[in-house]
Nanobody, 120 residues
């Protein structure tokens, strides 16, 4: 089970930090990713991190504004986004991939999302 947390209301230009805690699974067996779904839009890939945490990949829409990290000892993945924009408003989901492709959008396990609302 994956549980994302840390969402809420933030001002444009600010930062947010999300966490994903895993229970029942050992996350170092998986690529971990973050996705988001804005109101009225399809879910989109945001960022991913490999098993060891040595490599990350992010979508162009957030590149340069995000940091994704993982703590395998704590079975957690963290996500920080800076310089928030109104269009970053979305439900953010963490997910786990059994494969080996950081650029893949095919994930095997999904957590419940956490809502992030960016206000002006």
């Amino acid at each position: 089970q994956l549980q994302a947390s840390g969402g809420g209301l933030v001002q444009a230009g600010g930062s947010l930090r999300l966490s994903c805690a895993a229970s029942g699974r050992i996350i170092n067996n998986y690529i971990m990713g973050w996705f988001r779904q804005a109101p009225g839009k399809e879910r989109e890939f945001v960022a991913a991190i490999n098993r060891s945490g040595s490599s990350t990949y992010s979508a162009d829409s957030v590149k340069g504004r995000i940091t994704i990290s993982r703590d395998n000892a704590k079975n957690m993945v963290n996500f920080q986004m800076n310089s928030l924009k109104l269009e970053d408003t979305a439900v953010y989901y963490c997910a786990a991939q059994k494969g080996w492709n950081l650029r893949s959008i095919e994930y095997d396990y999904w957590g419940q999302g956490t809502l992030v609302t960016v206000s002006s």
